[in-house]
């Protein structure tokens, strides 16, 4: 809305920005090539730091909740957002950005029910990567 007017700005969205939109891709490396370039090993490092990084938020949310503590999980939501979105999880960062608004307007049984939805995307994202770079 703030950028100049192209002659490509007019034209319909891909089919993956979408996709990405409705939430229906878990995984899509084409945006991380694009952040770091098509360095196989590079991608590869950004991958497996992603990958540590998402587990231990992921299960620092469910912690939080489990234990009755639900003020962390925005701030761990707000964390795997970002990181998600760079590597391609576009679903898992939506979900994660939803996560985090719940986490300031509702209560506990909310969040909860998010931090599901989080945890399942995060399985099919998580399965995805396995499958494609291990």
């Not at 090993?41 to 234990?67: G, K, Q, W």
Request: glycine share 4%; aromatic share 4%.
């Amino acid at each position: 809305r703030w950028l100049p007017q192209t002659e490509d700005s007019h034209s319909q969205p891909s089919v993956v920005a979408v996709e990405a939109r409705q939430g229906l891709v878990s995984f899509d490396v084409s945006v991380l090539v694009a952040l770091v370039g098509d360095d196989a090993p590079t991608i590869a490092e950004f991958l497996t730091e992603y990958m540590t990084s998402a587990r231990r938020l992921v299960a620092e949310m469910r912690h939080a909740i489990d234990t009755d503590q639900p003020e962390p999980v925005g701030a761990s939501a707000h964390k795997l957002k970002s990181s998600s979105r760079s590597v391609g999880a576009m679903r898992l960062g939506d979900l994660c950005a939803d996560l985090e608004n719940v986490s300031k307007a509702k209560g506990p049984l909310a969040i909860d029910v998010d931090v599901t939805a989080v945890e399942r995307e995060w399985s099919n994202v998580r399965a995805l990567i396995e499958a494609k770079f291990d």
